[in-house]
């Protein structure tokens, strides 16, 4: 059994996705912390929560990878996810939290995210494992 998937990365910080993903929450953490304190639950608490969600699934689906199926269930959840954050940042935008640069920038970034999700998702053999099952020396 490979020790590696076909793509060659050994860990999820490689993958383009997480680390944009990554860097959008962070981005958002920042705006958020800024926000009327009105909106620490309604709003701040429930995009930080979905922008982070987004990354933390990813490693799963990483820790998933001799399972095809599970990874891409796990990628399906960051990508919903980043569609969350998407709406959220609607908000903030309609809300006049956020600049409209700003949300333009997010929204592209998380879009490519989402994007790259589906293309893994598309090609779990190209992420995963070869087998589920460890080959056994007997």
């Known amino acids: 059994m490979r020790d590696r ?3 060659g990365l050994i860990d999820y910080r490689q993958l383009r996705v997480y680390r944009d993903a ?3 929450a962070n981005v958002i ?3 958020a912390d800024g926000w009327p304190p ?3 639950y309604m709003l ?3 995009i930080i929560r979905s922008s982070r969600s987004v990354g933390a699934n990813i ?3 990483w820790f998933k990878k001799k399972y095809p199926k599970h990874f891409v269930a796990k990628l399906n ?4 996810e980043a569609m969350e954050t998407l709406v959220w940042l609607e ?3 309609k809300h006049e939290y956020v600049s409209e640069a700003t949300y333009s920038e997010l929204t592209r970034q998380l879009r490519g995210v989402t994007a790259g999700l589906i293309k893994m998702s598309n090609q779990p053999e190209k992420w995963c494992f070869p087998s589920s099952r460890p080959e056994t020396t007997d």
């Open 44 to 46: 701040s608490q429930q």
């Open 91 to 93: 908000f903030a935008l």
């Open 38 to 40: 009105a909106e620490r």
């Open 29 to 31: 953490f920042r705006l």
């Open 59 to 61: 490693g799963e689906a």
């Open 22 to 24: 990554f860097d959008a």
């Open 77 to 80: 959840d960051a990508g919903s």
């Open 5 to 7: 998937p076909a793509s």
